[in-house]
T-cell receptor, first 112, second 115 residues
Framework: KQEVTQIPAALSVPEGENLVLNCSFT??????LQWFRQDPGKGLTSLLL?????REQTSGRLNASLDKSSGRSTLYIAASQPGDSATYLC???????????FGAGTQVVVTP | EPEVTQTPSHQVTQMGQEVILRCVPI?????FYWYRQILGQKVEFLVS????????KSEIFDDQFSVERPDGSNFTLKIRSTKLEDSAMYFC?????????????FGEGSWLTVV
């Protein structure tokens, strides 16, 4: 059974620092890995999807890496801003029918 | 940018009442999903729907739950007789193809409070 873990559970950084968020999964036979952002009481905003054949995926200040063999993905957010404060979730599909297994998330606070 | 829309944003209901949560997926998408998140817990898969039938459901999705696509645009989740433990944020999601290679887009959620 696929388990997804995100450590740390919470992170606080001063504005301008780079953020490094970790996601690990137990079964390396994944199709892809998706990173989401969730603001308090709100929905999930898709940030990046990285395919199993890719090592990296970039979108603006965001960069996600994937190492299937070690069961890890890392989301880097460059030059953090207070508006980046949110919970960041990673998820992997356990099959092709949309059953995503989510991590518990990392709650990020960027202080001005 | 196209988005998944959900109504209502918040609903309070009495235990034992029926609730219908509504969703309008992104228009050219073929796969539809419901997830839920109990306060402080992980987001959990409930059900996926393709070609007018359920393609997969979790153990949470028991006989009290049902889904329907009554027309070409709406996708609904019905809870027949709500329990206190059904209190959660319910997310609708959609994708243009299966999840093996495609982004799944989520709505803003419907908060359900059962009292």
């Amino acid at each position: 059974k696929q388990e997804v873990t995100q450590i740390p559970a919470a992170l606080s950084v001063p504005e301008g620092e780079n953020l490094v968020l970790n996601c690990s999964f137990t079964d390396s036979a994944i199709y892809n890995l998706q990173w989401f952002r969730q603001d308090p009481g709100k929905g999930l905003t898709s940030l990046l999807l990285i395919q199993s054949s890719q090592r990296e995926q970039t979108s603006g200040r965001l960069n996600a890496s994937l190492d299937k063999s070690s069961g890890r993905s890392t989301l880097y957010i460059a030059a953090s801003q207070p508006g980046d404060s949110a919970t960041y979730l990673c998820a992997v599909p356990t099959d092709s029918w949309g059953k995503l297994q989510f991590g518990a998330g990392t709650q990020v606070v960027v202080t001005p | 940018e196209p988005e998944v829309t959900q109504t209502p944003s918040h609903q309070v209901t009495q235990m034992g009442q029926e609730v219908i949560l509504r969703c309008v997926p992104i228009s050219n998408h073929l796969y539809f999903y419901w997830y839920r998140q109990i306060l402080g817990q992980k987001v959990e898969f409930l059900v996926s729907f393709y070609n007018n039938e359920i393609s997969e459901k979790s153990e949470i999705f028991d006989d009290q739950f049902s889904v329907e696509r009554p027309d070409g645009s709406n996708f609904t989740l019905k809870i027949r007789s709500t329990k206190l433990e059904d209190s959660a944020m319910y997310f609708c999601a959609s994708s243009d193809w299966d999840s093996s290679g495609n982004t799944i887009y989520f709505g803003e959620g419907s908060w359900l409070t059962v009292v």
